[in-house]
């Protein structure tokens, strides 16, 4: 097809979620006949956000500052912290706007068979915000796995000496089902529904 350049390119887009060799190639093909308009202007996005986007001290989020957006955003109700697994649970809330709280993302779940254990996840920092005496309710919205229901298992355990109300988001997961691949409907009606854990 070409270089070796197009080849590293197209390899490198096929890396990334959704995009298979096929998809790699087209978008490759389009960048590089529009070079001025589609490649240099992605470059430079991807150059900047590699610089400048870093994790969010207090809850993980990405952004390019610190705290981020959402944790320095004052209109935010604070009482509340809606765990979650990844950024990208995050972006899919955030998305459905279903929750004016606080997030705190875990980096992962429990699993025993992947070799993960509480020493693994970004739990400290959400005992320490949990029980600063500003939060009420810490909301679990964990993917409905066997990894993620012991996740919420073992966090509600440790959550509610702290004196607070613990919840789990409820209807609309199913089994097996990860955050980041719902529908705004089925996010909001599992955040609404959420039960004590």
């Not at 429990?110 to 320490?128: E, K, Q, T, V």
Request: with cysteine; proline share 7%.
């Amino acid at each position: 097809m070409g270089g070796p350049e197009i080849d590293r390119l197209i390899g490198l887009l096929a890396k990334l979620p959704g995009l298979g060799p096929r998809s790699a190639r087209r978008a490759a093909l389009k960048m590089l006949q529009q070079p001025d308009t589609r490649m240099l202007p992605l470059a430079s996005a991807l150059a900047e956000a590699a610089r400048a986007v870093k994790p969010c001290a207090s809850c993980g989020n990405l952004d390019s500052r610190d705290p981020c957006f959402i944790c320095a955003d004052l209109h935010r109700d604070r009482t509340t912290i809606c765990v979650v697994e990844s950024v990208g649970d995050l972006w899919a809330l955030e998305r459905a706007s279903v929750h004016r709280g606080l997030y705190h993302i875990l980096g992962g779940t429990l699993s025993a068979l992947a070799g993960i254990s509480p020493d693994d996840l970004n739990i400290p920092p959400l005992l320490a915000r949990a029980g600063d005496g500003t939060v009420r309710e810490v909301i679990l919205a964990l993917g409905a796995t066997v990894d993620g229901a012991t996740t919420m298992h073992w966090l509600a355990d440790r959550l509610r000496p702290l004196g607070v109300n613990v919840t789990r988001i409820a209807q609309g997961m199913p089994m097996g089902g990860a955050l980041d691949v719902l529908d705004d409907g089925t996010l909001a009606a599992a955040l609404r529904a959420r039960r004590p854990s």
